[in-house]
């Protein structure tokens, strides 16, 4: 069953400026669609003010505004509460995967159960639910960019 926010992860190593533009991109896009729009980010602790004022740059270069406080992004101290965090999260309909970090971006893929998802980038298409819900244990839609 899918009860999971569409979850958008950065770790310390990816590349902060251009994957949050892709953020707000699939944000503005798609928040009709709450399947695969970003819900909620999570961010290491020495990153969030730069993502917060990464986001409000690009929201604001794509709608002439500064974003509403409507995207909470949280900040994640290490991969142990990073880990917490998704814990809560029950099952994603979407995880989207900011980092350069093989190992990191194998261990989320690996470890969280999730609907669709992206590494470096994030879906504008929705996935089809109908088929994808049932199979969402057994495999998982994952676009590599």
């Not at 991969?79 to 194998?106: C, Q, T, V």
């Amino acid at each position: 069953m899918i009860t999971g926010r569409a979850v958008a992860v950065f770790d310390a190593t990816a590349e902060l400026d251009k994957n949050t533009e892709k953020v707000v991109k699939a944000w503005k896009l798609r928040a009709d669609l709450t399947e695969i729009a970003p819900e909620l980010v999570l961010v290491p602790a020495c990153l969030r003010d730069s993502f917060v004022k990464n986001f409000n740059k690009w929201h604001r270069r794509k709608n002439g505004m500064e974003a509403p406080e409507k995207l909470p992004v949280i900040a994640y101290n290490d991969d142990e509460e990073l880990k917490r965090l998704l814990g809560r999260e029950k099952n994603p309909a979407a995880l989207y995967i900011f980092s350069k970090d093989a190992i990191m971006k194998e261990r989320l893929i690996s470890d969280i159960p999730f609907l669709t998802g992206c590494i470096n980038g994030t879906s504008l298409r929705p996935p089809d639910l109908r088929i994808m819900k049932a199979n969402l244990l057994k495999e998982k839609t994952l676009t590599m960019k």
